[in-house]
């Protein structure tokens, strides 16, 4: 049986279609200034033609030239009605715009131009609802043309807003012989804009995340024939659902390739706004009845954001009662140290510290927080000295396979997972499968693997051997919750592999050569600033290489490398 897409109970199905020509400066597209409405958080934007179904529509697909209902109610995966959203797409860009996608029953151009003057009142009359676009097809004997419609992409409103839609966008190329005019209702005023235009600031145009994220897709393609044949080339297209949230700035709209999406997602699922969008040093966050976030103030290039210290407990104890268990406090910093003790209620509120792995933005935090509260210190010692915390001095020596319980239904369970550093450890939190990664796993980055510590072989295999776990989410050391830990988890063993492979085209194509010659080849997309840290993750990649018995070096010096 095939799950089609059923639109949200609160939200109004709607249609938008984006008009495509070719201008002097290159791809241009049609938009228009809605009208200034109160209480309207559409109003005065600059938008595409569109709007919401009618219930009409439905009966005006007699009137239609090219896919039927059933094609679109596939292409949309709807049940059925997916020609609804196509008539809708024409009607509105006719009622707001003048521009009429139509043609006679025999698939011959409609000559828009010659029955001007009789097609204007309709405009109206279709915008009043007294009369329909099937009307206007049988006064005229016109076909409405979908023959030229390609589906483009599928937005929905974010919960919580006042007005939700549940919008399909198509693309077309703008008519012939047609000139647009606005409506003065919807429409104030009508451009035909390059999507560089529409975006640049100095245009004055208020545009909606969706109309911009439009315009950025549009703006990869020099010609509207090229746009329209991309459009109709999309297979399986995703609904994409923004969410509201809170910033410093106030107000703000978060995209699902946004870092902060997913956790807001599990923060605020109906939509109040109140979840930050941004991660702030000393502010704790509450991500569940068990677990808390404090950020270091020691954002970076290297620690992003700052790094995360997370506080778990039992749930539901009281103030007095509870006891938390510190994992990674972070830098040598006083001042975070105190804020973890306030988040904790007191010095006596901790009751054990753990370290993902001993690298100095995670670990001098602990001899200081131990000192404060006298809560001992849990971790691995690592393997070499080279960039480790030299004060780390645990009270306990972690493996593998150990429960930690913190209650009776909270569970850590201990896993060790070297690359990133011989001793990094992982902690998953059993009753909410949230992984807390330490740095093995990181959002929106790879982790510098860095030998001798760092093991890129070692870092493989504990990242597939995460695959095996029930998992729901990821606590990094830097940045926000991560959702779909399984997909984040393969898609970090194909990158690591393709740069191997990338390695491996490198040493046939230099034959002999030292490290540095492969750099530019192998990461090519790396800004050069970066190439200092990424000559240590390739250093990592052929030794693991060497091992493997696919590459070699000679005992000279420089180094120089080869394929076996």
């Known amino acids: 049986m095939t799950a089609h897409y059923e639109a949200a109970a609160d939200a109004r199905k709607a249609a938008s279609i984006l008009l495509l020509r070719d201008g002097a400066a290159g791809i241009e597209v049609l938009m228009l200034r809605r009208a200034v409405r109160a209480g309207d958080n559409r109003s005065g934007a600059a938008v595409f033609p569109g709007g919401v179904l009618d219930p ?3 009966e005006a697909q007699r009137w239609c030239l090219g896919p039927d209902d059933a094609a679109f109610s596939v292409r949309l995966g709807v049940a059925e009605g997916g020609g609804d959203y196509a008539v809708a797409a024409l009607r509105e860009c006719f009622e707001e715009v003048g521009l009429l996608l139509a043609c006679d029953d025999t698939g011959a151009a409609f000559d828009v131009a010659e029955h001007e003057a009789a097609l204007h009142p309709w405009r109206a009359a279709m915008h009043a609802g007294s009369k329909t676009v099937g009307d206007l097809c049988s006064a005229f004997n016109l076909r409405l043309d979908l023959r030229g419609l390609a589906y483009t992409s599928h937005w929905l409103t974010p919960p919580g807003t006042p007005k939700r839609f549940d919008t399909r966008f198509f693309c077309a190329l703008a008519p012939a012989g047609q000139t647009a005019v606005p409506d003065l209702t919807e429409a104030q005023a009508l451009m035909w804009l390059t999507p560089a235009a ?7 145009l208020t545009l909606l995340p969706v109309t911009r994220r439009t315009l950025r897709e549009l703006s990869r393609f020099t010609t509207a024939a090229e746009a329209f044949a991309d459009a109709q080339a999309k ?5 994409i659902m923004p969410r509201v949230a809170t910033s410093r700035q106030g107000r703000t709209v978060v995209l699902p390739d946004e870092f902060a999406y997913a956790e807001i997602g599990r923060l605020d699922p109906l939509g109040r706004g109140d979840v930050s969008s941004e991660i702030l040093p000393g502010r704790v966050v509450t991500l569940s009845s068990r677990v808390l976030r404090i950020t270091a103030p020691n954002a970076g290039m290297m620690t992003g954001p700052g790094t995360n210290t997370y506080l778990v407990s039992e749930p539901d104890s009281t103030p007095d009662t509870t006891r938390w268990t510190v994992i990674d406090p972070g830098p040598a910093d006083a001042g975070h140290v105190r804020a973890i003790v306030v988040a904790a209620g007191g010095v006596g509120g901790i009751e054990r510290i753990l370290v993902t792995h001993t690298h100095k933005d995670h670990s001098p935090g602990a001899a200081l927080l131990a000192q404060a509260t006298g809560a001992p210190v849990w971790g691995r010692h690592a393997l070499h000295a080279m960039w480790q915390d030299d004060s780390f001095a645990p009270q306990r020596e972690l493996s593998g396979g150990e429960l930690i319980h913190l209650g009776d239904t909270t569970t850590l369970r201990v896993l060790h997972t070297p690359g990133h550093a011989s001793n990094h450890l992982c902690y998953l939190l059993e009753e909410e499968a949230l992984l807390f990664t330490g740095d093995h796993v990181m959002q929106g980055s790879t982790v510098v693997i860095n030998p001798p510590d760092g093991d890129m072989a070692a870092y493989l295999t504990a990242l597939r051997g995460l695959l095996g776990l029930p998992l729901s989410w990821l606590a990094p050391g ?11 988890l393969r898609a970090l063993i194909k990158h690591r592999l393709a740069r191997e492979a990338k390695i491996v085209h490198a040493l046939r194509r230099h034959r002999p050569c030292v490290m540095e010659a492969l750099l530019p080849d192998v990461y090519a997309e790396v800004p050069q600033a970066l190439h200092a840290m990424a000559q240590r993750s390739l250093t990592a990649h052929l030794l693991k290489l060497e091992a493997d018995g696919v590459a070699s070096r000679d005992d000279g010096t420089p180094v120089r490398w080869r394929l076996a």
């Open 478 to 488: 830097h940045g926000f919750l991560v959702g779909a830990p399984h997909d984040v």
């Open 198 to 204: 529409a975006m640049d600031a100095a245009s004055g």
């Open 235 to 239: 297979r399986d297209i995703p609904m």
């Open 56 to 58: 009409n529509d439905r």
